[in-house]
């Protein structure tokens, strides 16, 4: 079974800083994705980023990178210069093979200070 | 639609009563997943169908909680005899599933059910 640990229940961070987000993952297939995702108090749930685990480079977009550490089975999520709409809680979830469920982890919420 | 729609967006219930919660997903996505959130906390997995094999129902907290997904599409989420705890937002989210390539889940907005 998969599971899904973000030790960090709340964080924050200066404006225009870095910040990391930790999460750790466990499962016993060798095909599974990575997901993180943010949820503004909208409720939305918005996909910030995904890493396929047989990929070793770490997947980037924008402001947002990771830190995947296959061995280790660490997903650390990585935003740089900080901006006040990034404030928001953040899930890591994983998903084994094709069509499988996904597995989120608790959470992390993130504030930006002014 | 453009994206998962999930309808009513807020419910008001006595305890007791039934309800059904609907989800729209995304055209052509063959996996469909509910979830519940409790005030504050991460997702709790409840049911997820994948094109027409049986749903995983391995989440579902209680036999008062039942689920089913028409013609590979809409979804409805039924609550029966509701209680209290079972206030919190419930998520619906739908995927491609399988194929070539996954990719993410899809989520809507959103149902916050409020039991009183």
């Known amino acids: 079974a998969q599971t899904v640990t973000q030790s960090q229940p709340e964080m924050s961070v200066q404006e225009a800083e870095t910040v990391t987000l930790s999460c750790t993952y466990d499962t016993s297939e060798s095909d599974y994705y990575l997901f993180w995702y943010k949820q503004p108090p909208s409720r939305q749930m918005i996909l910030v980023i995904r890493?396929?685990?047989?990929?070793?480079q770490n997947a980037t977009e924008n402001r947002f990178s990771v830190n995947f550490q296959k061995a280790a089975k660490s997903f650390s999520l990585k935003i740089s210069d900080s901006q006040l709409g990034d404030a928001a809680m953040y899930f890591c979830a994983s998903s084994e093979g094709y069509g499988q469920n996904f597995v989120f982890g608790p959470g992390t919420r993130l504030s930006v200070l002014p | 639609g453009a994206g998962v729609s999930q309808s009513p967006s807020n419910k008001v219930t006595e305890k007791g009563k039934d309800v059904e919660l609907r989800c729209d997903p995304i055209?052509?996505?063959?996996?469909l997943y509910w979830y519940r959130q409790s005030l504050g906390q991460g997702l709790e997995f409840l049911i997820y169908?994948?094109?027409?094999?049986?749903?995983?129902k391995s989440g579902l907290p209680s036999d008062r909680f039942s689920a089913e997904r028409t013609g590979g599409s809409v979804s409805t989420l039924t609550i029966q005899r509701t209680q209290q705890e079972d206030s919190a937002v419930y998520l619906c989210a739908s995927s491609r599933g399988t194929g070539t390539g996954r990719t993410e889940a899809f989520f809507g907005q959103g149902t916050r059910l409020t039991v009183v």
């Open positions: 169908f994948q094109g027409n094999s049986a749903p995983d």
């Open positions: 890493q396929e685990a047989y990929k070793q």
């Open positions: 055209s052509g996505h063959t996996a």
